[in-house]
């Protein structure tokens, strides 16, 4: 048991994948909910008020006379989805967490909104050129590998017509800084965000080159049943992703510091790109 946990407890390979489903968990998919619903936290989506500002801004640069139909990765519960409907566009959004969809689905049948929730892992897309405008809100971008990316960008390429616009953002590396390695536990006696039962969870953060962090999370129940779960995150300077987007084929239209449309400056900790293709 001591030797498994050592292993557990070393510096994993770069994108080393968890051994159980986050979105998905039956435990912690409810926490998320939860999160994503709250309208001041932002363990899960931005604050409302934020995501007030950022529909008002989106709405603005992409004016619906011209993108009309307009495609949301990673949903959630219809956060930003739902307002952007009652804006005017047709919107299809896309979650891995079935959780969220149904939440999102229930919400759109009872209010009478004809949204086109799906549930799936949009890194398996597969449209050819049906909307003028795709979203990809809270950083989701940097979470990926790189293999990950390019070929997420690929799929967004293919998926807007001409003249589309891809909206994304990502952290720089002024997110991490000041934060080194290291290691904590903690003994629960359950019901917390991670897991109902009693439990003992080990959290780790480690840094990697190329301003890619990860978040490691190795719980063990009380039966001895480890669960290891590992949120990766990337640092993007304006460089970096200008890069990447145009390896893809788009075209850079501008940069800000979120999705509000706040311009750039030297601490910033995201950064917000509207690239069209």
């Not at 909206?167 to 003994?187: L, M, P, Q, R, S």
């Not at 009380?222 to 987007?245: L, P």
């Given at each position: 048991?001591?030797k498994d946990l ?36 932002e363990a899960a ?179 001895g049943q480890v ?51």
């Amino acid at each position: 048991m001591i030797k498994d946990l050592i292993k557990y407890l070393e510096k994993p390979t770069l994108y080393a994948k968890s051994t159980c489903e986050f979105w998905n968990d039956e435990h912690i998919s409810k926490g998320m909910l939860e999160a994503h619903l709250h309208p001041t936290w932002e363990a899960a989506s931005r604050s409302h008020d934020f995501i007030d500002k950022s529909v008002d801004w989106i709405a603005e640069i992409i004016p619906l006379s011209t993108y009309k139909n307009f495609l949301d990765l990673g949903c959630g519960p219809g956060l930003y989805t739902e307002r952007l409907y009652k804006r005017g566009y047709n919107i299809t959004g896309i979650d891995f967490s079935k959780r969220s969809i149904q939440y999102a689905n229930q919400k759109a049948v009872q209010n009478n909104q004809d949204i086109n929730y799906i549930y799936t892992d949009y890194l398996k897309m597969d449209f050819h050129e049906e909307f003028e405008a795709v979203l990809l809100i809270y950083c989701d971008f940097a979470v990926l590998s790189d293999v990950q990316r390019e070929s997420l960008l690929q799929k967004v390429y293919n998926s807007l017509k001409p003249g589309g616009v891809f909206i994304f953002d990502v952290f720089t590396a002024k997110e991490f800084e000041g934060k080194t390695e290291n290691h904590t536990w903690h003994i629960s006696e359950g019901n917390d965000f991670w897991m109902r039962e009693k439990h003992i969870r080990f959290e780790s953060h480690f840094v990697y080159e190329g301003d890619v962090r990860l978040d490691q999370n190795v719980l063990i129940d009380k039966e001895g049943q480890v669960s290891i779960f590992r949120n990766w995150f990337k640092g993007f300077t304006k460089e970096t992703i200008i890069a990447e987007v145009e390896r893809s084929g788009f075209q850079m239209c501008d940069i800000y510091a979120d999705a509000t449309g706040k311009s750039c400056f030297k601490d910033s900790s995201t950064l917000c790109i509207v690239a069209k293709k």
